[in-house]
Each structure stands twice: as C-alpha cells, then as structure tokens.
C-alpha cells in the first residue's frame, strides 16, 4: 500500500486576493483555472506541490472540504483495508470532476481525500 501526497486543497473566502498571495508572493504558476464570478479555482504549481484554490457559493461549514488529497491507485481495495468506524466522512464514490474518493477525518477534524486521481494528472 502507497498513499502519495498529490494537492492541498484551500477554500479561498476571497479568490483573488488567495490566487495573488500564491501566485505573486510565493511565485507559483498557474497551471490551469476554471469557472467565473463567486463559483472559480485555479491549481497552482510550487514545483513539488500543487495546490488547489476553490471559491464555492454558499458558506461551508468548518471540516467540510479535504484539506489534503492523497493519490491511490485502487480506492476501492485501499478503503477495504481502513478500519471502519466514525472517522469515516463519506465512503468510496465518483466525483462531479471525474475521480473517485474516500473521505476521512482525522481526531482535530482534518477531512482527508483518499482520491484515484485523472483530472488533474500524475
């Protein structure tokens, strides 16, 4: 079994001032955007990380959104393995960006995906 850390995920309340700090403070690229208005995101690029900045309509509650996505190559079979219990946030399922998860939470609340991940590469 090999879990490889792929992004961190962070839920920008104000987009364009987190996508300046990442881009123009901390020198990461822009590797790819979406969406317009209160419903974006970009993936950002400091070399050997990448991070994910997402602004959602709505107000999300604290420790809804994964803060760090791992890369597996089988979730089904990884999730098998997991004891079950409580931590266990949402079971194996398909994404609307088209991979597949398991969601966690650890004993402070941290949500971690456990994700077979195509969208945004290897």
Not at 63 to 90: N, Q
């Amino acid at each position: 079994m090999i879990d490889r850390f792929h992004h961190l995920f962070i839920a920008a309340a104000d987009f364009e001032r987190s996508l300046a700090f990442y881009r123009d403070v901390l020198g990461w690229a822009v590797t790819r955007s979406w969406g317009e208005a209160s419903e974006r995101g970009a993936i950002l690029s400091g070399g050997g990380i990448k991070v994910v900045i997402a602004q959602r309509p709505g107000i999300r509650a604290p420790g809804a959104d994964p803060v760090a996505h791992l890369d597996i190559h089988d979730v089904d079979a990884r999730f098998e393995r997991m004891p079950k219990g409580d931590h266990v946030v949402r079971e194996p399922e398909a994404t609307p960006w088209g991979t597949r998860w398991f969601l966690v939470r650890d004993p402070d609340g941290n949500v971690l995906a456990y994700e077979e991940v195509h969208l945004f590469g290897r």
